[in-house]
């Protein structure tokens, strides 16, 4: 079992910086693959960024890439998510994921996530 727990999250000006952090709990987590997800009011939630289980690949969604970078600490059992040159439209409820990782798929699909954290929101001022 993994418990997940999000913080960082922030109200920023555009052009801003935040580092969101997730803590996990539990053995197995430095084994699992990990991702950020978001989601905007009246929107569907949607992949920001993964990272496979000793962060040697990570992969991002086209609207954050250069601009955000996933990484993670084993020795910690955390996740990070520094985001910089933050717009209004990064503007969500930030949810850190992890799950098994399955060789040979990568990126991960959607439903290898299967621990979630509650969240943590991001809001970006113009």
């Known amino acids: 079992q993994v418990q997940l727990v999000e913080s960082g999250g922030g109200l920023v000006q555009a052009g801003d910086s935040l580092r969101l952090s997730c803590a996990a709990s539990?053995?197995?987590?430095?084994?699992?693959?990990a991702g950020w997800f978001r989601q905007a009011p009246g929107k569907e939630r949607e992949f920001v960024a993964t990272?496979?289980?000793?962060?040697?690949?990570?992969y991002y969604a086209d609207s954050v890439k250069g601009r955000f970078t996933i990484s993670r600490d084993n020795a910690k059992n955390t996740v990070y998510l520094q985001m910089n040159s933050l717009k209004p439209e990064d503007t969500a409820v930030y949810y850190c994921?992890?799950?098994?990782?399955?060789?040979?798929?990568?990126?991960?699909?959607?439903?290898?996530?299967?621990?979630w954290g509650q969240g943590t929101q991001v809001t970006v001022s113009s």
């Open positions: 994921a992890a799950g098994p990782s399955v060789a040979g798929r990568w990126p991960p699909s959607s439903n290898q996530y299967t621990y």
């Open positions: 990272i496979n289980w000793n962060g040697g690949s990570t």
């Open positions: 539990g053995r197995t987590f430095s084994y699992y693959v």
